[in-house]
């Protein structure tokens, strides 16, 4: 609209002030031609909204049709393997980490087709978030770093190759919460970011990307005498005490912040509004659920199969093995190997209360509620149950920490290593090692 009536009359950009003069004197024959053609202007523009708006209908009643004749086949997780099937995936150049919430402005029409798709399915709508250098402008790359890709075919790759600039095997399984759809077309989703996934098998590459993804739980033994058949079990059952936590982790009732319309328009969000649900994910104001043991069950493949499992070594050790997942390499001489998890998360607490004061940051409550039932703090705090396992609140912490380091040297652009680090241990020593040396610097002990 502004094209046209910078094209017709560059002054009209101005329009408001010229009809305010035009009607604040006396009207000349060059007033009223003002007049007369501002208001044809308005016309024009009025006309032009009523044909987009006609337009956008018959776009919405053709994507109505498309998508119901367009069932996509439903994302399963299998309860004996710990294996998500049929998961779409989200390919873009930054990376999510559990616990994290974040509001998605969905505009491309290779990822419009996959959200519509998903959101006309059956709840819960769960997708794939996976880091590609680039994001969608290396979507369609026939460059074999840019290929979706398994993590064995990803594992052929020589380990020092330094080769960094690829896409990623290792990602963050989203949940979208909440929506809403836009007037021009657009989606905004609320996401929330729940487990960590490696890809086993690629299903499909167009209209959009869809694979088979293994749910991968935090570990802290390398496994290495522990064969696949053994593992699976073991891992399976991980898998799915942590999806049984998902709602006690994940506030259902946390939604986007926006008027609940059909059709949006980009002045209905307003960005203080959108901050109020970032960067992290509430705990549900409910007790924490009761546990069933995971019935899992053993393998059930026999013959040449079972016993191929038996001589395979565990996934955890070929991961570890082929470099896939890594511990960060240490940054200081001191030696954090030795502490135990608790001991690695009271440290951790310390440090943050430090690095509060140095730099006047404010914990949201999100993380607060983190803190161990013993720990005291300098304002009053709203702690997870009593009965949430520390094992769990610490892998939570290991990751959410991390966020406050983000805008430093040494803890900027790490997203994906935290990702990529085997377990909640390493992590925890990871991040900790990081605000000791930050806080150094603050405190003046280094140059």
């Known amino acids: 609209r ?7 009359w560059p002054n009209l950009l101005f329009l408001p002030t010229l009809v305010h003069f035009s009607l604040a004197f006396s009207p000349t024959p060059f007033q009223c031609s003002i007049k007369s053609s501002s208001f044809s202007l308005i016309k024009l523009c009025s006309a032009q909204d009523d044909e987009m708006e006609r337009k ?11 998508y119901q004749s367009n069932s996509a086949e439903p994302t399963v997780l299998e309860k004996k393997t710990g294996i998500m099937r049929n998961l779409p995936l989200w390919r873009v150049q930054w990376t999510e980490l559990p616990g994290r919430s974040n509001v998605l402005n969905v505009h491309e029409g290779i990822y419009t087709n996959l959200f519509e798709t998903l959101l006309r399915g059956p709840k819960p709508w769960y997708v794939g978030h996976l880091y590609l250098p680039g994001g969608s402008k290396n979507i369609r790359s026939e460059e074999e770093a840019f290929q979706l890709k398994t993590w064995e075919k990803e594992a052929e790759k020589p380990i020092n190759s330094g080769d960094k600039d690829r896409s990623a095997v290792v990602g963050t399984l989203l949940k979208v919460s909440d929506f809403r759809r836009l007037a021009d077309g657009r989606l905004t989703l609320l996401v929330q970011a729940l487990e960590r996934f490696v890809v086993v098998n690629c299903v499909q590459t167009l209209p959009y990307s869809i694979a088979d993804v293994r749910i991968l739980p935090d570990f802290d033994e390398a496994h290495e005498d522990e064969t696949e058949d053994k593992a699976r079990t073991r891992r399976a059952s991980q898998v799915m005490e942590s999806f049984q936590w ?3 982790e994940y506030d259902e009732d946390f939604k986007l912040p926006l008027v609940d319309s059909k059709y949006l328009d980009a002045t209905d969000i307003w960005g203080p509004d959108i901050a109020k ?15 069933k043991a995971a019935e899992c069950g053993e393998s059930k493949e ?9 001589d395979v070594p565990s996934v955890e050790s070929r991961l570890l093995e082929r470099r896939i997942l890594s511990e960060q390499a240490p940054l200081m001489a001191a030696d954090l190997s030795d502490l135990s998890a608790d001991e690695l998360e009271e440290r951790l607490w310390v440090a943050l209360e430090d690095f509060c004061k140095a730099t006047k940051l404010v914990i949201p409550d999100e993380v607060l509620c983190l803190l161990p039932p013993e720990r005291s703090w300098s304002t009053p705090v709203d702690r997870v149950s009593s009965e949430y396992p520390s094992h769990r609140r610490q892998r939570r912490l290991s990751f959410a920490a991390s966020a406050f380091l983000e805008q430093t040297r040494v803890g900027g652009g790490l997203r994906q290593a935290w990702l990529e680090t085997p377990g909640t241990l390493v992590r925890l020593r990871g991040v900790l090692e990081r605000y000791e040396i930050v806080n150094n610097l603050l405190m003046g002990k280094y140059q």
């Open 246 to 248: 998902h709602n006690y």
């Open 2 to 8: 502004m094209l046209i009536l910078s094209t017709m």
């Open 302 to 310: 026999t013959g040449d199969f079972a016993s191929s499992l038996n």
């Open 56 to 66: 956008m209908a018959m776009v919405r009643s053709l994507q109505s049709a498309y």
């Open 277 to 291: 649900v970032l960067p992290f994910v509430p705990y549900a104001k409910l007790d924490p659920p009761q546990l």
